[in-house]
């Protein structure tokens, strides 16, 4: 067996364009990170977000590099789909700022920040499909309202997406008709429509069974790698984090309390994200007393 490590069996090679041997490239947990030199596509300094007097985000300081996927993780109510939201320009940050391509989002006017908007994508929790519309017109619609291609080119270019999610059979069909996994890779087939340098996914196997959840993560990995994309995955499935993740970050109370590559995480001496990574201890060592089980319910 070759000692290089982009030859492993079983571990996939770094993506097109990446150095043929980084240093920083890890074979025993499939994960690649970018050189340091890099660009920066998405970034956050000292990021606060504040509802009322409730302060969610307290201080994110995040750098994600060209051609990583980063996953961010935590606990219900911990601040990552606000985290989310502040990337995506929804919520203006009341302190600290955002950053995507190198500007700031909120010094941008609109006409900028749409521009920016353009080279990124999103695939919904939901997939947010339209209802009334076929798969095929959800997938058509970015590059109707965004792009003066011809109507032939257009519907060549939905059916290369469809087929690049495995939905070629799908482009007639309306929402109502399909599947819950189908309508997430309907919507990560409009996601990818314009090409996006940048994809962000929240919650995408949320509410999946195990093996739509493996070709939503298989489709996450595949972009990555074959188109070059920049992934944010904002996920609580550890499962799928561990899979798709080159670089991971662990919230809790709206502070990152844990970043580093997926084995790192995963060795974190953090109380609260050994807790969240290998479950509570107290659920893994309960005793119950033979008298008590006796008893029966209500004993």
């Not at 956050?44 to 994110?60: A, D, Q, S």
């Not at 482009?171 to 429509?193: F, T």
């Not at 993560?217 to 790698?225: K, T």
Request: net charge negative; proline share 8%.
């Amino acid at each position: 067996m070759s000692d290089d490590p982009q030859n492993v069996a079983g571990h996939s090679p770094p993506r097109p364009g990446a150095p043929a041997l980084p240093p920083s490239y890890d074979p025993a947990h499939t994960a690649y990170l970018p050189a340091t030199n890099a660009q920066v596509v998405v970034q956050t300094e000292n990021l606060i977000k504040r509802f009322g007097e409730k302060t969610v985000l307290n201080g994110i300081n995040l750098t994600v590099r060209r051609g990583e996927t980063l996953v961010i993780m935590g606990a219900s109510g911990c601040g990552k789909s606000t985290l989310l939201r502040c990337l995506l320009g929804a919520h203006p940050p009341d302190e600290g700022s955002v950053r995507l391509f190198g500007q700031d989002m909120w010094s941008l006017m609109p006409p900028e920040m749409d521009a920016v908007r353009k080279r990124f994508g999103t695939l919904f929790q939901s997939g947010a499909l339209f209802s009334s519309m076929t798969v095929g017109e959800n997938v058509a619609l970015p590059l109707k309202e965004h792009t003066d291609l011809s109507q032939d080119m257009i519907d060549l270019m939905v059916k290369v997406k469809l087929e690049l999610v495995g939905l070629r059979e799908a482009e007639d069909l309306l929402p109502s008709q399909i599947s819950g996994g189908m309508a997430k890779r309907a919507g990560l087939a409009r996601a990818i429509a314009l090409d996006p340098e940048l994809l962000f996914y929240d919650e995408p196997t949320s509410g999946l069974d195990p093996i739509m959840t493996g070709i939503i993560d298989g489709l996450i990995m595949d972009l990555a790698r074959t188109m070059n994309v920049t992934s944010i995955v904002v996920t609580h499935d550890l499962k799928s984090a561990f899979r798709v993740a080159d670089r991971m970050v662990v919230l809790n109370e709206g502070r990152v309390v844990a970043e580093g590559m997926p084995h790192e995480i995963k060795g974190h001496p953090d109380p609260f994200v050994r807790r969240f990574i290998q479950g509570p201890i107290e659920a893994k060592t309960a005793i119950y007393p033979k008298s008590a089980l006796d008893k029966g319910p209500g004993g």
